[in-house]
């Protein structure tokens, strides 16, 4: 069973605005994390966000924020007044708490290709 | 502050040879991990180690694959022989400090490897 998944294989967004990038996940356990990673064409994988399950305010980081609405179990990254700079592959990703030792494991989506048009 | 490095960046290769992929950690992180990624299987965990000892392998392919942390600063990743479908992007990731929670912490990437088997 997909653990994460990013219905959005790709999404085109006007400069400045603002946009939402999907991400539903799949767990039983009651602890767990939510990342977000950018990959842009250069290959590289660029951290941009955590949100712990128990965390009671919604992450934020910069231009970024996470939508948590964990009774849908949905964690929307948003990118607020987006940059031609924003184009890049978006990856949410999760580790379930099954023990410390477990808890290591980062399970990635398929991602989201965004491209920011001038 | 230096990130994770990897080598080489590029690596063609004909099928039937060895492969060897190099990875240094960040200084003082206690988890390592060997991601791969093609277009059709995503982001896929092989192994992960702790304080240089393998702690899961489950995502390793099969018997050709090999990956060895001889000490804190340098782990391989090794395919013999290799075989066309075995060409990818390699990520070699590190997290958490001694002394810390890491629980939370984001994975720290290097630039990957591109592997190409002919």
């Known amino acids: 069973a997909q653990k994460i998944t990013q219905t959005q294989p790709g999404m085109f967004v006007q400069e400045k605005e603002a946009v939402t990038l999907d991400c539903t996940y799949d767990?039983?356990?009651?602890?767990?994390?939510l990342f977000w990673y950018k990959q842009p064409s250069s290959g590289e994988m660029i951290f941009l966000i955590y949100?712990?399950?128990?965390?009671?305010q919604n992450a934020t980081e910069g231009r970024y924020s996470l939508n948590f609405q964990k009774a849908r179990k949905s964690a929307n990254l948003v990118i607020s007044a987006s940059q031609l700079g924003d184009s890049a592959m978006y990856f949410c990703?999760?580790?379930?708490?099954?023990?410390?030792?477990?808890?290591?494991?980062?399970?990635f989506g398929q991602g989201t290709r965004l491209t920011i048009n001038p | 502050d230096a990130g994770v490095i990897q080598s080489p960046r590029h690596e063609v290769t004909e099928m039937g040879q060895e492969v060897t992929l190099r990875c240094k950690p960040i200084?003082?992180?206690?988890?390592l991990f060997w991601y791969r990624q093609t277009m059709m299987r995503g982001l896929e965990l092989l192994i992960y180690?702790?304080?240089?000892?393998?702690?899961?392998d489950s995502g390793m392919p099969e018997d050709r694959f090999s990956a060895k942390m001889p000490n804190a600063s340098f782990s391989t990743l090794k395919i013999q022989p290799s075989e066309p479908r075995d060409s990818a992007v390699y990520f070699c990731?590190?997290?958490?400090?001694?002394?810390?929670?890491?629980?939370?912490?984001?994975?720290?990437f290097g630039n990957g490897t591109r592997l190409t088997v002919t």
């Open positions: 200084s003082g992180h206690d988890y």
């Open positions: 767990t039983s356990d009651p602890s767990y994390g």
């Open positions: 949100q712990g399950s128990y965390d009671q």
């Open positions: 180690f702790n304080n240089n000892v393998p702690i899961d």
């Open positions: 990703a999760m580790r379930e708490g099954r023990g410390i030792q477990g808890a290591q494991k980062l399970v």
């Open positions: 990731a590190s997290r958490g400090n001694p002394g810390q929670s890491s629980y939370n912490s984001p994975l720290h």
